[in-house]
């Protein structure tokens, strides 16, 4: 969409895209007042978005340079957009403005910031469980081993190295070092058991 707005502050020129984004026509509103107010009904908002503009304009007529901003637009058939402005000053006063809807891009960012979030809590709460389950295995009064599916220790808790005497760093990665030669298939079994099928 692209607006010419004049000193006097009516608008000189509204192109058919800016109808077909906001639904508005010249008749609509013949000048920046009657914008602002069909376009933010929401006075605070309004206030906000005023304040920003009038400042931009300003920015951009001492400097030259483009101003870009992004605000929530109310249509003329009720519905609200997210668009982007761009205001360019030109050298007989007027201002050049572009608009670009980008409501599914913010609301695809949003969402994208909101998984994000809710993964990384989902993450936090699984090493504090982590934290939690490695505390109670430590201080269990059990001689406990932790498994891969390949049966080989993961884990030991001090207990297990207090009653047998092994550490992690002597058996870890190894497979059920410590069990007897005829006890190992039905060991690994008992473990795939446990780990596959959920069987205690």
């Known amino acids: 969409g692209l607006t010419l707005l004049r000193p006097d502050q009516s608008f000189a020129y ?13 008749e609509d509103i013949p000048d ?3 914008w602002f107010l069909k376009a933010y009904p929401d006075e605070a908002y309004r206030r ?20 870009s901003r992004t605000f929530r637009v109310r249509c003329k058939g009720g519905g609200d957009k997210t668009v982007l402005f761009r205001n360019v000053s030109l050298k007989d006063g007027m201002q050049l403005m572009t608009y670009e809807d980008v409501t599914l891009q913010v609301a695809a960012e949003k969402a994208l910031r909101e998984s994000e979030e809710k993964y990384r809590r989902l993450y936090d709460e699984s090493k504090r469980g ?4 490695r505390t109670l295995i430590d201080s269990s009064p059990d001689a ?4 891969d599916l390949e049966g080989r220790v993961k884990y030991v808790s001090p207990v297990f190295t207090r009653i047998f005497g092994w550490d992690l760093e002597e ?8 069990v007897p030669e005829s006890e190992k298939a039905g060991t690994m079994a008992l473990v795939r058991d446990v780990v596959e099928k959920g069987n205690a």
């Open 32 to 34: 920046k007042p009657t």
């Open 130 to 133: 982590e934290e939690l389950y």
């Open 48 to 67: 906000e978005v005023v304040e920003t503009w009038n400042r931009d304009s300003t920015r951009v007529a001492a400097s030259e340079e483009t101003v």
């Open 144 to 147: 406990i081993v932790i498994y």
């Open 14 to 26: 509204l192109n058919p895209k800016f109808t077909e984004v906001f639904g508005y026509t010249i």
């Open 171 to 178: 058996i870890g990665g190894k497979r059920i070092p410590f």
